[in-house]
């Protein structure tokens, strides 16, 4: 069945670093990809997607390539803030189930 | 717009107790579903629904039921509340289904069952 890898957390970096976060997924044909944010205390909420092959998704500096090749969609930022900690979840849609699939989330904490 | 509300934001409950787990939204959304989310599993569909009167499973439905009576709200009851219920529970929902559109989630209910 579908499903979502990401990398083990939890994530510490220093204000201004480079960010990764590695997504790999696992479905049948080309879903829809999704990042989305938990900030503390909060739902989650959608932070970018991409709909096809080599589409960018792109929103607050952040960016994810859908690469087919590779079944990935890792997340990047060339400088994080603190205001970027949080917990991140990257999902795919499993319309058959009508569900997000997710995977089980990046805890990322960026340190002044 | 509210966006999606969920009450209570904290519950304790005892083994064997039941409760109601409020969702509502003003978004006119078809879609609505909810979530737990348990640490180190992301999170797990408990019942899904795509339009007033019509209810599915999800992949964890055990132990909970729903009922769509309204557009605007989708109610979770937990029928006899056990420890393994212990968890974080989101309401969510959309426009037309899970494909392509964003998902919107309210802010959560943190549940505790002793």
């Known amino acids: 069945g579908d499903s979502v890898t990401q990398m083990e957390g939890p994530v510490t970096l220093s204000e201004e670093a480079f960010l990764t976060i590695n997504c790999t997924y696992t479905?049948?044909?080309?879903?829809?990809l999704f990042w989305y944010v938990q900030y503390p205390g909060e739902g989650l909420q959608l932070l970018l997607k991409a709909t096809k092959a080599d589409d960018k998704g792109s929103n607050k500096g952040f960016e994810a390539t859908y690469r087919k090749e590779t079944t990935s969609f890792h997340l990047e930022k060339g400088s994080v803030q603190v205001s970027d900690s949080a917990v991140y979840f990257c999902?795919?849609?499993?319309?058959?189930?009508?569900?997000?699939?997710f995977g089980q989330g990046t805890r990322l904490t960026i340190n002044p | 717009n509210a966006g999606v509300t969920q009450t209570p934001k904290f519950q304790v409950l005892k083994t064997g107790q039941s409760m109601t787990l409020q969702c509502a939204q003003d978004m006119n959304h078809e879609y609505m579903s909810w979530y737990r989310q348990d640490p180190g599993m992301g999170l797990r569909l408990i019942h899904y629904s795509v339009g007033a009167g019509i209810t599915d499973q999800g992949e964890v439905p055990n132990g909970y039921n729903v009922s769509r009576s309204t557009t605007e709200d989708f109610p979770l009851r937990l029928l006899s509340a056990a420890p393994s219920q212990t968890s974080v529970y989101f309401c969510a929902s959309s426009y037309s289904g899970v494909l392509g559109g964003e998902q919107y989630f309210g802010p959560g209910t943190r549940l505790t069952v002793t």
């Open positions: 999902a795919l849609p499993n319309q058959g189930a009508q569900k997000l699939v």
């Open positions: 479905a049948t044909g080309y879903p829809s």
